[in-house]
Nanobody, 124 residues
């Protein structure tokens, strides 16, 4: 069993930055892709970023390209999401997730383990 714990969320003003962390425990996760998703009140869960097992491949939706950067440190069993130029539309609970395999994926069904989420609030 894998446990994922997110941290780094909080409240920032528009234009600000945050770095989210996702610490994994229970087993080594270096063979599996990781992803970040978010869910705003009244909206469906939305894909934010994904990274392959090695960190060599990443993928973002248009909403995050150029602003968000996903990374990982397999030696620390930890993933990260750096978010710059935040807007109020980025306000949501952010979840990290571990995939079934090593390739990056934007599909939530490809993820087996999920963290409990961390709140990000961006004020105008």
């Amino acid at each position: 069993q894998v446990q994922l714990v997110e941290s780094g969320g909080g409240s920032v003003q528009a234009g600000g930055s945050l770095r989210l962390s996702c610490a994994a425990s229970g087993r080594t996760v270096s063979n599996y892709a990781m992803g970040w998703f978010r869910q705003a009140p009244g909206k469906e869960r939305e894909f934010v970023a994904t990274i392959s097992w090695s960190g060599g491949s990443t993928y973002y939706p248009d909403s995050g390209k150029g602003r968000f950067t996903i990374s990982r440190d397999n030696a620390k069993n930890t993933g990260y999401l750096r978010m710059n130029s935040l807007t109020p539309e980025d306000t949501a609970v952010y979840y990290c997730a571990l995939a079934r395999w090593g390739g990056p994926s934007a599909q939530s069904n490809d993820y087996v383990y999920w963290g409990q989420g961390t709140q990000v609030t961006v004020s105008s």
